[in-house]
């Protein structure tokens, strides 16, 4: 039986793992990790990861990722300002997603 889990060290040992789906590529910055990752329906989303834990959140790029990781480094516990902020900064860089 396969073992899913959003466990970063545990998906770093099997990539196929991981709960979302497949992790193609892991990104380390800071105390930022992102997990590129393909889902069933064959999206592929960038997980985020604060210090190790995941955060329950995703993107559907790299850039969108970073800048969401970012805003909610800036707004803890308060998803909604800083959903509107990462919304916010991916319009006014012109970052689809």
Same mark, same amino acid.
Request: some cysteine.
């Given at each position: 039986? !396969?073992? &899913?889990t #959003?466990?970063? /060290?545990?998906?770093?040992?099997?990539?196929?793992?991981? %709960?979302?789906? /497949? +992790? $193609?590529?892991?990104y380390?910055?800071?105390? /930022? #990790?992102?997990? &590129?990752?393909?889902?069933?329906?064959?999206?592929?989303?960038?997980?985020?990861?604060? &210090?190790? $834990? /995941? %955060?329950?959140l995703?993107? #559907? %790029?790299? $850039?969108?990722?970073?800048i969401?990781?970012? +805003?909610?480094?800036?707004?803890?516990?308060n998803? $909604?300002? +800083?959903? %509107? +902020? #990462? !919304? &916010?900064?991916?319009?006014?860089?012109?970052?689809?997603?």
């Amino acid at each position: 039986m !396969r073992k &899913e889990t #959003t466990n970063l /060290y545990d998906i770093r040992q099997d990539a196929n793992a991981a %709960s979302y789906g /497949y +992790a $193609e590529r892991i990104y380390d910055f800071g105390p /930022y #990790t992102f997990v &590129e990752a393909e889902d069933v329906d064959g999206r592929v989303l960038f997980h985020i990861y604060f &210090e190790g $834990e /995941y %955060s329950n959140l995703y993107a #559907t %790029s790299i $850039e969108q990722a970073m800048i969401g990781a970012i +805003a909610h480094g800036s707004f803890p516990g308060n998803r $909604e300002a +800083a959903g %509107s +902020a #990462t !919304r &916010e900064a991916c319009k006014i860089l012109e970052i689809e997603g």
